[in-house]
């Protein structure tokens, strides 16, 4: 125990002694390579998260967001991203060509479950797709270009412990607006 009174877990033994086994259905639900569903998701999907770390392990989170159908399928085993021109701090893309290991998260609006597509990533400054990626009259920067190591979905229980599709729950102005 710690000084602030916290127990640690310090093992995967320990670890899977509080959580239990996991399920066989659990366990058999990762795939290499997209299948129709995960391609109609992805084309449905009009935002997902897309985790990084350095090589020293600094973590990002980064949305990455456009009208849905904005990821572009190259093929079962290959996504690309299009990257507009934001805050131009590019955190995930130094992380990107120091380690290449992303993690995406593909969100449906209303949808509980989620995607979850596990790879490894290069940057693409063109490519034959790129002009089809267009969007209001501005291609992409580049694309980032995943190969696929794991793809499966996420269950709805975060989504459902914290209501956040529920306009009721909804609470903006809880904090002050930002300039």
Partial sequence: MDPQGLTFVESPEQLREILGPVSERV??????????????????????????????????????????????????????????????RADSFHNILENGQVGLLFLIPGRGDTLRINGSAKLASDGPFFDSLIVKGHRPAFALIVSIDEVFFHCSKAFLRSELWEPASWEPDRVPSRA
């Fill in 27 to 88: 366990r058999t639900k990762v795939r290499d390579r997209l299948t129709e569903l995960d391609r109609a998701w992805i084309a449905a999907s009009p935002f997902c998260l897309m985790g990084t770390s350095d090589e020293s392990g600094q973590c990002d989170v980064s949305p990455k967001g456009d009208p849905a159908g904005f990821v572009h399928i190259i093929d079962e085993r290959t996504i690309a991203i299009p990257e507009r021109i934001g805050n131009r």
